[in-house]
Every structure is written in C-alpha cells, then in structure tokens.
C-alpha cells in the first residue's frame, strides 16, 4: 500500500505504524507492505510485519527522486 500524501519522516517504525492504523484504516501487523515518502519525494520509508517484529526500511533515492503525479 502506498500513502499518497507525505509523512513526517522523522516518525519511527511505531508511529509510522500508528498512522496507518488512524488515517488508513489499515492493519501494520497484516504483513502488508506500506509505503510513505518525504514532502520533496527523495525519500521513501516501508513499514512491514515480518512475523517476529516491525520493520523498517528507509532509502534515500537519487537522481531526481520520484515522479509524483498530481491529479485535479
């Protein structure tokens, strides 16, 4: 899953996990891959249940970042 707006990315595994929980209606510990990026789109952080523990990957991404598509 993918969040389309831009989260604070100074938020850990645990209140990344909240948010999805409060603004998504999801669940963090389905093992569902979620995806969050930075307000520039030059970062991306997942969040993910492995079955043991909450997960955290956090990737700086170069040469231009990600392409956001901005819809009316």
């Known amino acids: 899953m993918v969040a389309t707006r831009p989260v604070d990315f100074r938020k850990g595994a645990d209140s ?6 409060a ?8 093992g ?12 991306i952080k997942l969040v993910w249940w492995d079955g043991t ?3 955290l990957m956090a990737k700086k991404l170069e040469a231009g970042g990600l392409q956001v598509a901005r819809y009316p």
């Open 16 to 21: 990344l996990a909240a948010l999805v929980t």
């Open 32 to 43: 569902v891959i979620y995806v969050f990026r930075a307000k520039r789109a030059d970062r």
């Open 53 to 55: 523990d909450l997960c």
């Open 23 to 30: 603004e998504y209606g999801g669940d963090p510990f389905s």
